[in-house]
Structure formats: structure tokens, C-alpha cells
């Protein structure tokens, strides 16, 4: 595929919260953020936008201060993963919990921003992933809580909330909550949940998540994995294989 000669490079945001931020580290082996950098390299920008503790709130006034002018940088893909703090129960000390209805309404308001729809880009929400309630305890008791600020089901709210955003908007989910939860063996329409304190440890979903909300490496592999097939259904024009590189390679480089 000839390449474009010409730049700035286009750019894929990932816009979210911790698991989007620490998405970069690669202290414990795979890491999903240069790994999405490796498969689009030559091609687009990965442009890491995660803030740790944020949920849609912050997200949507954080939004405008960050994101490009289209004549800064045009953003061709952006991907929207938030609900894991919005999803904290209410009177949690963490003050994190946003309602059901305001967290959708916030999802609404950053796919629709001015800001975001005048790069005519490619979007792509992410639902807030399961919880393991035992390794949010385990986790809790090592810096001295023992409050439950999150739920199985409560969090499930937040995933099915952001499907129905998608579907209204006509705009592409990856549910990375159910993609998580049948590889621990839950199935379509079952009411006992991996994750929930109500059903035995599920060593599978302990695994995915490093402290029962965080993404181990393993965690990280099987996101990585889904959204490469969610842009390639989705959005197959902007799947790495079809973009060329922005510059030709050494032998047709000009000198």
C-alpha cells in the first residue's frame, strides 16, 4: 500500500479513566496501550487520556481541554471507557457514584460535543468491565477498609446503561463487561455473576483483574484483542491493515 508522504500523523485517543491510564505500563509484562501503539505504528498517534478517579462528570469538563482543534490534529478514532467509578455505590466515601440516568446523559454529551464531532471521527464506547468483589476486599483490607464501594450487579447496571447509549446513538459498544464475564463462564441470561460475593471465587475473572477493578495483563490481552475486532467490524476502514503508512518506506523514501 503506497504511503501518504505527508504529516501530521492522525491520532487514536483512548479516553477514560485508571484502567485507561495505567493501560501504558508494562512493568508486569503486556501492556495494552503499546501494544494498540504497535499495531497501528507508522499509521496513527495512540494519545493515552486516562485519568485515574475520573468518572463521566469529570469527563465531560476535562473533555474540551484536551482534545485537539481539527486544525491541531485530526483525530480518526476515539474510544470512550468510562462507568467503573460512575458505577460506585451511592454514599461510597470515595464520592465517585454517579447516578444511572446522569451517567448516561454524560455519555451522551461527550460523543455529541462540539469539540468531538467536528473531527468526524470513528467512536467507539467501552462498558465499564465486572468487578471481583473478593479481590475488591482482598484489596480493601491491605489499606485498611473494609467499606464495599462496588458491586457485581450494581456495576452490570452501568455496562447494560452504556449498551443502551450505543444503541441510541447509533454508535459501536464494545461490552467488554460480558466479553470478560463468559470468559469466567457466565452465559447470556444468568443470574448468578462471577465476581459476586453471593457465588464461590472465580479464580478466571481473579486473573483478568489484579485487584478486582484494575486490569492484570491478562486483562489487558483480552481487551486488546476485542477491540481489534470491534474496529474491524465496525469500522473496517480504520483497521490498521487499511491505512497506509503516512511516509513510504526507506526504499521509496525521497532524498
Not at 473531527?119 to 471481583?132: E, F, G, K, R, W
Amino acid at each position: 500500500m503506497t504511503a501518504e508522504c505527508r504529516g501530521p500523523y492522525g491520532q487514536i485517543i483512548l479516553f477514560g479513566d485508571s484502567i485507561t491510564e495505567m493501560s501504558s505500563q508494562g512493568d508486569n509484562g503486556f501492556a495494552f496501550m503499546p501494544t494498540l501503539q504497535n499495531a497501528y505504528m507508522r499509521r496513527l498517534d495512540v494519545i493515552n487520556r486516562g485519568f485515574s478517579g475520573y468518572n463521566t462528570a469529570h469527563a465531560i469538563k476535562v473533555l474540551p481541554l484536551f482534545m485537539p482543534r481539527k486544525e491541531q490534529a485530526q483525530v480518526r478514532i476515539m474510544v470512550i471507557w468510562f462507568g467503573a467509578n460512575d458505577a460506585c455505590l451511592p454514599g461510597s466515601s470515595s464520592q465517585q457514584h454517579v447516578p444511572l440516568d446522569d451517567y448516561k446523559q454524560n455519555l451522551r454529551d461527550i460523543v455529541k460535543h462540539d469539540i468531538v464531532r467536528s473531527h468526524q471521527l470513528s467512536t467507539i464506547l467501552i462498558t465499564a468491565p465486572p468487578v471481583d468483589e473478593y479481590g475488591l476486599e482482598a484489596a480493601g483490607l491491605l489499606n485498611g477498609t473494609t467499606e464495599v464501594s462496588r458491586t457485581a450487579d450494581h456495576t452490570k447496571k452501568y455496562a447494560d446503561a452504556c449498551i443502551e447509549v450505543g444503541q441510541e446513538m447509533e454508535v459501536p459498544v464494545l461490552d467488554l463487561w460480558s466479553v470478560l464475564m463468559i470468559k469466567a463462564g457466565w452465559k447470556q441470561g444468568d443470574s448468578a455473576l462471577p465476581g459476586s460475593k453471593a457465588e464461590p471465587k472465580n479464580a478466571v475473572l481473579a486473573e483478568m483483574l489484579s485487584d478486582g477493578l484494575h486490569f492484570s495483563p491478562e486483562g489487558y490481552k483480552v481487551l486488546f484483542q476485542a477491540l481489534m475486532n470491534t474496529i474491524e467490524t465496525n469500522w473496517p476502514k480504520d483497521s490498521p491493515q487499511a491505512i497506509p503508512y503516512r511516509f513510504p518506506i526507506w526504499t521509496e523514501a525521497p532524498k
